[in-house]
């Protein structure tokens, strides 16, 4: 989009705002009822569009697209009322007689970028706070999805208030064109390296930021007592890699950790899971998603094509650059500063490092960057507490991996590299609001003493 166009969209975007309409209940209520209405309406397409840019099959579009959006939906219109209610605070004798209260106040005209993985969920999921808080918003979602991109900029055209919701879409030329502009909130997920032009840009114009940002998420896996929760713990380990758009999430498990002595039960444990979810030929099962293009399907294949990492595979390793399909694969200690061990891997390759004992993964998490998530499996209370109180991640889950992103009441965010700032629920509506204080007082009584002309006096009382 032109500069000229970009100028009259965020214009007129900035008038809506202007005009007081966006802080109205009733058009919160309604903005909200059409994304609804377009996930109602049109949940076939968004399911189309997935498989054709993802090779997503519909019941995972469906789960983590569609259906969880439903829900943030829901949840926002079922307690905006209470949201937006101004919130009575105690002040100190002191200040008698006076009262005090907390009142919820849109930003602006905010900015969400979002990324490729979660195409549509990613976009709608900050858009559900964004428009609750009353805000005017530009939603740019990622060019790597191009079909997602399209139909969530016709859908919301078509459903939303288009003086006040744009969907402006493009790469990053089109991002840095917008990033020159000043918005009151810019809210970007994605990558750590486009995460620092973004607030780099938002500086210029003092514009707060929230990054969601991504990383590397370790999985504790120690053993059990029983061999139920062994399998039940490599089964969820294996839905937490390749169960999630076949390992492109950034709070997907990035790597496991396990003690040496569990390191072939594991094993044996995974592939099992691994079969029975993919089958014996995964290239042909509809269950796992592609690999977003073929840059990325490279960036992954140099990560396992350096010779001391190919020599750890113990399971999988197939390719086909056709479909784009990379095989569920597992590596056994690839070395420590190898790629796959420093970068963020994003796609089917698990690599499991191994310790003489688990309660050396503290040590070996808290010495690496903060994660977003990071999961543990064991019932050893020791490690539980070690890990809670000794590493720092975004979140911690025990015994299961990624369901934290889709509960309302759970704030959702990183800390350190993985970002800062969080959402989901009430937490996405306080991401886009400014809690404004308002103090009422009287003239029922006044002390002389604050006013000068300073004299000694008057410290002695
Ligand atoms: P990316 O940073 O390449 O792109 C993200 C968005 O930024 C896209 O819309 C892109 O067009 C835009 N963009 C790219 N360059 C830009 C520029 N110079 N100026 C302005 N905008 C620009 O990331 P990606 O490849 O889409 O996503 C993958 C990364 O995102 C991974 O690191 C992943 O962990 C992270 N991620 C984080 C979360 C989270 O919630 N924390 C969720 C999904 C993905």
Redesign the pocket.
């Known amino acids: 989009m032109s500069n000229y166009h970009l100028d009259l969209d965020l214009k007129e975007l900035r008038e809506a705002f202007n005009s007081g309409k966006t802080k109205e209940s009733s058009w919160r209520i309604s903005q909200l009822h059409g994304l609804l209405h377009i996930l109602e309406d049109k949940e076939n397409d968004i399911s189309m569009a997935l498989k054709k840019d993802l090779g997503k099959h519909h019941v995972e579009a469906y789960r983590d697209e569609i259906g969880t959006v439903v829900k943030s939906i829901n949840n926002a219109l079922a307690n905006l009322k209470q949201w937006m209610a101004a919130k009575k605070t105690r002040l100190p004798i002191a200040a008698f007689p006076s009262s005090a209260s907390l009142v919820p106040e849109p930003l602006g005209v905010v900015l969400i ?6 195409p549509i969920g ?1 976009s709608l999921e900050p858009l559900i706070g964004a428009l609750a808080a009353g805000n005017a918003v530009v939603l ?5 999805a191009p079909t997602c991109s399209s139909l969530l900029a016709e859908t919301i055209r078509d459903y939303l208030d288009n003086s006040a919701v744009k969907v402006i879409e493009g ?2 030329d089109q ?2 064109k917008l ?1 020159q502009y000043k918005f009151d909130k810019i809210f970007f ?3 750590t ?2 995460g620092r ?2 607030m780099s840009a938002a500086a210029q114009h003092l514009t707060p930021v929230t990054l ?3 990383g590397k998420c370790p999985a504790v896996v120690d053993s059990f007592s029983s061999s139920r929760d062994n399998n039940m713990a490599a089964k969820r380990v294996v839905w937490g890699k390749f169960g999630v758009c076949a390992g492109q999430a ?1 709070i997907g498990i990035d790597y496991v950790v396990t003690e040496k002595k569990y390191l072939f039960n594991l094993i044996g444990l995974l592939k099992r899971y691994i079969k029975q979810c993919y089958g014996d030929d995964p290239n042909g099962s509809h269950s796992i998603c592609k690999i977003i293009n073929k840059k990325h399907f490279s960036r992954l294949k140099t990560l396992l094509d350096e010779p001391s990492v190919k020599s750890s595979i113990v399971y999988g390793g197939s390719m086909d650059e056709q479909s784009l399909f990379i095989e569920p694969t597992i590596l056994v200690d690839p070395p420590l500063d190898a790629a796959i061990m420093t970068e ?1 891997i ?1 796609g089917p390759l698990l690599p499991v490092i191994t310790l003489e004992s688990i309660e050396d993964s503290v040590n070996f998490i808290s010495t690496r960057p903060s994660p ?1 998530a990071l999961y543990a499996f064991t019932e050893n209370k020791n490690l539980q507490k070690r890990l809670v109180s000794e590493t720092s991640s975004g979140s911690i889950m025990f015994n299961d991996a990624i369901l934290q992103y889709a509960v309302d009441t759970l704030p959702f965010g ?1 800390v350190g590299g993985s ?1 800062f700032g969080r959402y989901h629920g009430k937490y996405s509506f306080d991401n886009f609001s400014h809690e404004k204080v308002i103090v009422m007082r009287s003239f029922l009584i006044d002390i002389w003493f604050r006013y000068p002309p300073w004299t000694n006096q008057k410290l002695q009382l």
Do not use: D, M, Q
């Open positions: 970028i979002s990324s490729w993985n979660f990613l740019k979602p990622s060019e790597l790469g990053s991002g840095e990033l997920t994605g990558s390296h486009v032009i973004v969601e940002l991504g950034c963020e994003f977003l990183g970002g």
